[in-house]
């Protein structure tokens, strides 16, 4: 089926709208039912249905963010994440990872994960975590001018860094 | 062996029992966990999802913490009506009832440790408990995803924590959830009040099957919705801390009921009692709820010495599956067919049970009251 509007494109939004007992049906392709204003309701309803109301208009929101992203590992797109509301691979919450961020607020109580760590996960996270303290009470010390302890940090950090 | 052949006969798994089972019929805790270098089920290709069968099936098969005896198939080998079975006793979703090759479970032989392979994530693990036991269901899983965690290497950012299909999943992975049974709140009309503050502490309310189901029978199922952001051990604490008040409320609910309207509450044990007993053809959902009222009955000492394991016997052997497997022919059954069968089953059943003593509530009811 061709586009309505500019008759060139191939329509992929199917609207039915009843307005004033009359049944009106839209059938355009995706440039211009964004023109015109029609979104597809179905593919949001989805996303409203599985993740609570409010999500889908956040989803879009968070695809817009991403413009016309697809996973470089399963081949995952933004329009299949709208449409199903999942994602494809584990890599997927690396590329998606900057609209994802809003989505997730809506339905948890934070965005960073706390809790249980894979236990060879755990010394790397250790010791990310480690030298970042460091670093930062590094900084606080150059800052205050206090030298002897900045020493003391630098050093510790070149062991730790050292020792890894 | 056949699944069929593995699990306890519902007489016997209905004897199961556990902390504040008057109320809290079971309580279970999933993790949801994926391969890391295989596309999610839902996305990925045939080949894959066999690949991560083959992968992960012989590890799950393998740890030692299931013990010796245990149940693995893949979903394909399962007869639709094994399957069915499977749904009515919560050991997996619906949703992996209707997966067939490249999908498995495995299941231990206390039935209290099932592994979905290849349901929305690569693993869906699970641990049962009878009554009010969210530590215990925790501590329990928690155990076998480390003993897992040792032979794959699951998914996993610094930044999202377990990383899984659906975002709801995302960061812990964890679904904690208990089956309660209601009937004195939903008599008192409180129910809808206690869902709407359950709710409010972003705990879903959901019938007995889960996602967009009915509550049938007064069986409700409180889980939490989120999922990162807070360690497993404060979701498992919190949704704990809720159910002791919704036990708690139910409790009141009962005894308000009790002293308030002990005939209304007699009215609706006596004719559950009278029509599971006498009925020739009767639907799964009158079943559920008229057993609901047995069952409240039996918690209120209404039906003498009568166990509850008898009327979650019947809650269980109403359903569909278990009716068909009952069946001297096992044949498929038309849904009249089913009703007829159903109420044969229960009138047989009923018999067991003593007439209602009405004094266990009105006796109850005078020594309670101050003159």
């Given at each position: 089926m061709v586009c309505q509007f500019c008759k060139l494109k191939e329509a992929s939004v199917h609207v039915t709208e009843i307005a004033d007992n009359k049944v009106k049906k839209v059938d355009a392709c995706a440039a211009c039912a964004k023109e015109k204003n029609y979104n597809d309701p179905a593919a949001f309803a989805i996303a409203d249905h599985l993740l609570g109301l409010g999500a889908a208009q956040k989803m879009e929101e968070a695809s817009e963010a991403v413009g016309a992203l697809s996973c470089n590992q399963c081949g995952y797109t933004q329009a299949d994440f709208k449409k199903s509301g999942r994602l494809g691979c584990a890599h997927c919450y690396d590329i998606f990872s900057d609209g994802l961020d809003s989505v997730l607020k809506t339905m948890h109580k934070d965005i960073r994960h706390r809790g249980k760590v894979p236990?060879?996960?755990?010394?790397?996270?250790?010791g990310a975590h480690r030298l970042q303290g460091l670093n930062r009470d590094l900084q606080v010390a150059i800052g205050q001018e206090d030298f002897e302890s900045a020493a003391r940090l630098r050093d510790e950090i070149k062991a730790f860094k050292a020792s890894e | 062996m056949s699944i069929i052949d593995f699990l306890v006969p519902p007489s016997e798994a209905c004897l199961r029992s556990g902390p504040h089972d008057k109320i809290v019929l079971s309580s279970r805790v999933r993790l949801a966990r994926n391969l890391r270098t295989v596309p999610f089920p839902s996305h990925s290709k045939k080949a894959e999802r066999i690949k991560a069968f083959e992968t992960l099936m012989p590890e799950v098969k393998s740890l030692t913490l299931l013990g010796q005896e245990i149940f693995a198939e893949s979903m394909?080998?399962?007869?639709?009506?094994?399957?069915?079975?499977?749904?009515?006793?919560?050991?997996?979703?619906?949703?992996?009832?209707?997966?067939?090759?490249?999908?498995?479970?495995?299941?231990?032989?206390?039935?209290?440790?099932?592994?979905?392979?290849?349901e929305e994530d690569h693993l869906r693990i699970q641990a049962l408990r009878p009554g009010l036991q969210l530590r215990q269901a925790w501590t329990a899983i928690d155990a076998v995803d480390t003993a897992l965690q040792e032979k794959v290497e699951f998914a996993f950012s610094e930044r999202y924590g377990f990383l899984t299909a659906c975002p709801t999943n995302l960061g812990t992975g964890i679904r904690v959830s208990a089956m309660l049974h209601l009937p004195g709140l939903v008599l008192a009309e409180q129910i809808n009040q206690i869902i709407q503050a359950v709710n409010k502490l972003g705990l879903a309310v959901r019938g007995l099957y889960g996602e967009g189901t009915e509550a049938l029978g007064n069986v409700f199922q409180v889980s939490n919705q989120m999922t990162l952001g807070e360690p497993e051990n404060d979701i498992v604490e919190r949704i704990n801390k809720v159910l002791l008040q919704i036990i708690e409320h139910e409790e009141n609910a009962r005894l308000s009921q009790m002293e308030k309207k002990p005939a209304v509450l007699l009215n609706h044990i006596g004719r559950a009692y009278g029509v599971l007993g006498n009925s020739w053809s009767i639907s799964s959902k009158e079943a559920m709820n008229l057993i609901s009222f047995l069952r409240l009955g039996v918690d209120l000492g209404v039906f003498g010495?009568?166990?509850?394991?008898?009327?979650?016997?019947?809650?269980?052997?109403?359903?569909?599956?278990?009716?068909?497997?009952?069946?001297?022919?096992?044949?498929?059954?038309?849904?009249?067919?089913?009703?007829?069968?159903?109420?044969?089953?229960?009138?047989?059943?009923?018999?067991?049970?003593?007439?209602?003593?009405?004094?266990?509530?009105?006796?109850?009811?005078?020594?309670?009251?101050?003159?």
């Open positions: 236990a060879g996960m755990k010394s790397a996270l250790e | 394909d080998k399962l007869p639709a009506l094994d399957k069915q079975v499977l749904v009515e006793r919560h050991l997996i979703s619906r949703e992996h009832a209707a997966k067939n090759a490249g999908s498995g479970i495995v299941l231990n032989r206390e039935e209290n440790v099932c592994v979905m392979v290849n010495k009568t166990p509850k394991s008898l009327t979650d016997e019947l809650f269980l052997r109403s359903q569909p599956a278990h009716l068909q497997l009952a069946h001297p022919l096992r044949e498929k059954l038309g849904s009249d067919e089913r009703d007829l069968f159903r109420a044969q089953m229960l009138r047989e059943r009923a018999s067991l049970i003593p007439n209602p003593d009405p004094q266990a509530l009105l006796g109850r009811r005078e020594e309670g009251s101050p003159e």
